[in-house]
C-alpha cells in the first residue's frame, strides 16, 4: 500500500497534519479504483482510522481555544 510512509504507522502518534494528509491519500486511492475488495476493505478501515485520529485533534484544540477564550473573557 502507497498511501502510508511508514508500513506499520501508529495512527495515535500522528499529528492532525499527518493524518489528514494520509487519509487524503486513502480517499484518493478508495476512488481511484482497481485495487482488489481485500485492499479495498484494508483502505477504508485505516481511513477511518486516521478520521477518527483527526477527530480527536479537532475536538482537542476546540477545547483548548475554549479555555483560552474563557480565561481572556475572566481575566
Known amino acids: ?3 502510508e510512509k ?3 504507522a ?3 502518534d500522528m499529528s492532525y497534519e499527518q493524518a489528514r494528509d494520509e487519509l487524503v491519500a486513502v480517499v484518493g486511492a478508495l ?3 482497481g485495487i482488489t ?3 479495498s476493505i484494508g483502505l477504508w478501515e485505516r481511513g477511518e482510522s486516521l478520521a477518527a ?3 480527536e485533534w479537532l475536538v482537542g484544540a476546540r477545547a483548548r481555544l475554549d479555555a483560552a477564550k474563557k ?3 475572566e481575566g
Open 1 to 3: 500500500m502507497s498511501t
Open 37 to 39: 475488495l481485500e485492499e
Open 10 to 12: 501508529d495512527v495515535q
Open 6 to 8: 511508514k508500513p506499520h
Open 31 to 33: 476512488e481511484q479504483g
Open 71 to 73: 480565561a481572556r473573557e
Open 53 to 55: 485520529r483527526c477527530e
